[in-house]
């Protein structure tokens, strides 16, 4: 388990994810913003003093929920991300790898930035006086299938305190996420092959949801040896973590001699 320092939440505080298991992983059927929810209402683990315990995700806003998908990354893949990317100009692939903490690291600001005054509770203030939260799971869940202007205006809506969103929008969102930057944004990168400069989007909820997808094929291989090899249930099987899995996957290879 990890206990993870939130920076928005209600009062501040933290909570404590738990290494995903198999149940966790088969449950996710997508890399939407609600699909993240649900997995870290699983994940969460009820804990005393925590400011937010199971099956309250969606209360959390983007940059916090970020911080507990993270530590669910962690637990189970480690602290490095590895993808394969196709270059921009020679279309050759090659691999990018890089550290997540340093990464999530890079994003908290230090202060707010120039024109934005942080108030007690989670709000913020513009230099011209408006008064806005950052949007929760809850608000992005709610302007699903919106066309991308009517979303804006609804999540403005939503988290304008004071103020009308009439009066340049772009800036009460550029506020919103200088103040709260999220693991989605474009990285700088190289092609070996070509030496071509490019930049690479990451998002890390697209990201770890996806990884737990693609491993869908695998887990049930992995399943099938387990089940073989001791005699196990399936759900005594999907209890088990997929480090635990990858453990004993290995031992069972080692015994007959495939390793």
């Known amino acids: 388990m990890e206990r993870v320092t939130l920076e928005f939440a209600a009062g501040g505080g933290w909570a404590v994810v738990r290494e995903v298991c198999g149940h966790d992983e088969e449950a996710v059927a997508g890399v939407a913003t609600e699909e993240a929810i649900r997995l870290l209402d699983r ?22 929920r970020d911080r507990l998908l993270a530590a669910v990354y962690r637990q189970s893949f480690g602290s490095r991300i590895e993808s394969t990317v196709t270059c921009s100009a020679c279309r050759e692939p090659f691999d990018l790898d890089f550290s997540l903490d340093a990464l999530a690291a890079s994003l908290r600001p230090e202060t707010s930035p120039p024109g934005v005054e ?13 008064r806005f939260r950052l949007p929760t799971g809850a608000d992005e869940v709610a302007v699903v299938g919106l ?25 009460v969102l550029a506020a919103m996420q200088a103040v709260a930057p999220l693991c989605d944004l474009d990285l ?21 949801l996806g990884s737990i997808l693609e491993e869908r094929r695998l887990r049930v291989l992995e399943i099938h040896r387990i089940a073989r090899a001791y ?29």
């Open 118 to 130: 942080r108030e007690g509770g989670g709000i913020f203030r513009l230099s011209d006086q408006r």
């Open 231 to 259: 005699g196990w249930s399936l759900a005594e099987i999907l209890s088990l973590t997929r480090r635990r899995r990858r453990a004993l996957c290995e031992q069972i290879d080692r015994e007959l001699g495939t390793r």
């Open 147 to 171: 066309e991308a202007a009517a979303a804006q205006q609804e999540l403005l809506r939503r988290c304008l305190i004071e103020g009308s969103a009439g009066d340049d929008p772009d800036a």
């Open 43 to 64: 994940a969460i683990v009820a804990t005393p003093g925590s400011a937010v315990g199971p099956g309250r995700a969606s209360e959390l806003v983007a940059s916090d």
């Open 188 to 208: 700088d990168a190289r092609c070996p092959s070509c030496e071509n400069p490019q930049q690479v989007h990451f998002d890390l909820q697209q990201f770890l």
